[in-house]
């Protein structure tokens, strides 16, 4: 990719980061009460319940469980990609967790479940970041 080492790539990196971030913190009721405009669970107890929804297969604690260690996942992918910090990697574990996301939610919710989110618009930008070799305004291009 010609200049992708330029503004493509940082607007992908803050896009993502905060695509990532932004849910934490509904989840954490941080962006508004549940039912407020603009927020889609409002607290921990309504994401959990929708965790549940995408991994039926396994027990409640389980999910509930695995919910919180996406979100940790979720943090760190947000953080590292707009700081630029391991960014390869933490694209292309962004693109992992997204896909596996997307999958999910087709099988127990639906096909057009993920495709009303930007559910594989994450999985392909974290793909297309992990393939720059230079990022510019980032950690890692300080490091070099």
Same mark, same amino acid.
């Given at each position: 990719?010609?200049?992708?080492?330029?503004?493509?790539?940082?607007?992908?990196?803050?896009?993502?980061?905060? *695509?990532?971030?932004?849910?934490?913190?509904?989840?954490? *009721? !941080?962006?508004?009460?549940? *039912?407020?405009?603009?927020?889609?669970?409002?607290?921990?107890?309504n994401f959990a319940n929708y965790t549940n929804? !995408?991994?039926?297969?396994?027990?409640?604690?389980?999910?509930?469980?695995?919910?919180?260690?996406?979100?940790?996942?979720?943090?760190?992918?947000?953080?590292?990609?707009?700081?630029?910090?391991?960014?390869?990697?933490?694209?292309?574990?962004?693109?992992?967790?997204?896909? !596996?996301?997307?999958?999910?939610?087709?099988?127990?919710?639906?096909?057009?479940?993920?495709?009303?989110?930007?559910?594989?618009?994450?999985?392909?930008?974290?793909?297309?970041?992990?393939?720059?070799?230079?990022?510019?305004?980032?950690?890692?291009?300080?490091?070099?």
């Amino acid at each position: 990719m010609k200049n992708a080492d330029t503004y493509p790539q940082l607007v992908l990196r803050l896009a993502l980061g905060i *695509g990532f971030l932004l849910p934490v913190c509904d989840r954490l *009721g !941080i962006l508004g009460a549940p *039912g407020e405009k603009n927020v889609n669970w409002g607290n921990w107890e309504n994401f959990a319940n929708y965790t549940n929804l !995408i991994l039926p297969v396994v027990s409640p604690a389980v999910a509930n469980f695995l919910g919180a260690i996406v979100s940790i996942l979720e943090v760190v992918f947000g953080f590292c990609l707009i700081l630029g910090f391991k960014t390869r990697l933490m694209a292309l574990g962004s693109a992992l967790l997204t896909l !596996i996301f997307g999958i999910l939610m087709a099988i127990f919710l639906g096909i057009y479940a993920p495709f009303g989110y930007p559910v594989f618009v994450f999985t392909g930008g974290g793909i297309l970041l992990s393939c720059v070799e230079k990022f510019k305004w980032s950690l890692d291009d300080l490091a070099t």
